[in-house]
């Protein structure tokens, strides 16, 4: 496994990834409302939450069948990658 310094610099590598961890951090959401209250595409906001899935910082909420309403969530290596990253002051 990675080191908890590769996962934050993978997330902040990418603005849409800081965008899903920020969201998720305050409640589980879908992609549809992390796009919303981010500003940035569905598109790239999907593709990031899959990404993040694939590296166990997020994960599903929902039965993995369904296809709308899909609630998401930070695990607890997502959590503690996100809080790392606010108490360190890497955001841009």
Do not use: C, F, N
């Not at 990675?2 to 409640?27: F, H, M, T």
């Not at 549809?32 to 997020?58: D, P, W, Y």
């Amino acid at each position: 496994m990675s080191s908890e310094w590769d996962e934050i610099g993978y997330v902040i590598s990418s603005k849409y990834r800081v965008a899903v961890l920020r969201q998720l951090a305050s409640e589980p959401s879908t992609p549809t409302t992390i796009a919303e209250e981010s500003g940035l595409g569905i598109t790239h906001i999907s593709r990031a939450l899959r990404r993040l899935r694939e590296r166990e910082m997020v994960e599903l909420l929902v039965p993995e069948a369904r296809q709308k309403g899909r609630l998401y969530a930070l695990t607890e290596l997502g959590e503690a990658v996100w809080k790392r990253i606010v108490t360190a002051d890497l955001l841009p």
